[in-house]
């Protein structure tokens, strides 16, 4: 999975998607550009080529800074590697209809804002109690896998 960041009028932003309603799961649900990896890929690569995929990102303009921390969704048991990439300026996006109905960014101190992020306590079966993430984003809501990472990037992001 890829976290997209370029930087405007001297706010980060990243990018995100609304999947189609044509995909097999998830469908409508805001997310970050990404997917599964092919046979013997790595992770990196599988975030780079999902990118350009869905959105039309070309590989070689973004500067991967790095992963990070990986997560395990908990319907099926997926392993998530999210890798942080930046933009020199904000890119042309290109959304694939077959799997993306919106792609569209927010600034990370939008999801910062009073109001915008909560947290819901969710008993999950077989595991117990678990934190989920939201983000109240205008028109959208972010959760699950994707407000986890957004949630890890902004720690990481306002550290002193």
Known sequence: MLCPL??????????????????RSHTGEVS?????????????????REAREEVGIDPSVIEILGPLSPLVMVRGQVLITPFVGVFPDRPQLYPSPAEVERA????????VSDGVYREELWDIPGEGSRSI????????????????????????????
């Open 6 to 23: 370029f930087e405007e009028a001297g706010e980060s932003h990243v990018i995100l998607t609304r999947r189609s309603s044509s995909m």
């Open 32 to 48: 970050l550009p990404g997917g599964r990896l092919e046979d013997g890929e790595p992770a990196v690569q599988a975030a780079l």
């Open 104 to 111: 569209f960014d927010v600034s990370l101190a939008e999801l």
């Open 133 to 160: 993430s939201f983000f109240e984003l205008m028109g959208d809501t972010v959760w699950g896998a994707t407000a986890w990472i957004l949630r890890d990037l902004l720690e990481l992001a306002l550290q002193p």
